[in-house]
T-cell receptor, first 115, second 118 residues
Framework: AQKITQTQPGMFVQEKEAVTLDCTYDTSDPSYGLFWYKQPSSGEMIFLIYQGSYDQQNATEGRYSLNFQKARKSANLVISASQLGDSAMYFCAMREGNTGNQFYFGTGTSLTVIP | DTGVSQDPRHKITKRGQNVTFRCDPISEHNRLYWYRQTLGQGPEFLTYFQNEAQLEKSRLLSDRFSAERPKGSFSTLEIQRTEQGDSAMYLC????????????????FGAGSRLTVL
């Protein structure tokens, strides 16, 4: 089974609107971390936001927030007030265990912000 | 420190040739990772170092691939007898060691080395 599933190959959003990128994960480990990365066309993976499995509150970082639903094993990324510079690939990732070595990545979602 | 550096950024080679990529991690990070990313896919784990010790290797890492991290600083990834299927972006990432929290576990990636095998 896939560790990380991103079911939206491509998404479009109007500038200044909010958008939600979906991510579901699969693990039996009670301790894990969830990450979102942005990959612009330049290729570099940029860390956006982190959620630990024991964190009680949803993570937020500026315009990014993570909608963490543990029972559903979902960790959706919400981008508020979209900007043209948000157009990029977005990858959800998981690290199993408290100090796990492997990070599992999804196949990504391509986001296009329309002016 | 300017982040994770990778060299070269682009490499075009003929099938059967050997190639080597270099990664310079963030200096205070003792963990170093190599990932491979093909078009339309997410990064796939290849191997991981803690300091100079290579602690984990993926089954994706065939015997034509070898990675080293002498002295626990920079790392090299060598591909021998390249095949067209090796064409991909090779990403290096580093992180500090920690027992939890975002700062301890976040991977910081380099810009990648894109390999094209003709």
């Amino acid at each position: 089974a896939q560790k990380i599933t991103q079911t939206q190959p491509g998404m479009f959003v109007q500038e200044k609107e909010a958008v939600t990128l979906d991510c579901t994960y699969d693990t039996s480990d009670p301790s894990y971390g969830l990450f979102w990365y942005k990959q612009p066309s330049s290729g570099e993976m940029i860390f956006l936001i982190y959620q630990g499995s024991y964190d009680q509150q949803n993570a937020t970082e500026g315009r990014y927030s993570l909608n963490f639903q543990k029972a559903r094993k979902s960790a959706n990324l919400v981008i508020s007030a979209s900007q043209l510079g948000d157009s990029a690939m977005y990858f959800c990732a998981m690290r199993e265990g408290n100090t796990g070595n492997q990070f599992y990545f999804g196949t990504g979602t391509s986001l296009t912000v329309i002016p | 420190d300017t982040g994770v550096s990778q060299d070269p950024r682009h490499k075009i080679t003929k099938r059967g040739q050997n190639v080597t990529f270099r990664c310079d991690p963030i200096s205070e990070h003792n963990r170093l990772y190599w990932y491979r990313q093909t078009l339309g896919q997410g990064p796939e784990f290849l191997t991981y170092f803690q300091n100079e010790a290579q602690l984990e290797k993926s089954r994706l890492l065939s015997d034509r691939f070898s990675a080293e991290r002498p002295k626990g600083s920079f790392s090299t990834l060598e591909i021998q007898r390249t095949e067209q299927g090796d064409s991909a972006m090779y990403l290096c990432a580093s992180s500090p060691t920690g027992t939890g929290g975002s700062g301890a576990n976040v991977l910081t990636f380099g810009a990648g080395s894109r390999l094209t095998v003709l």
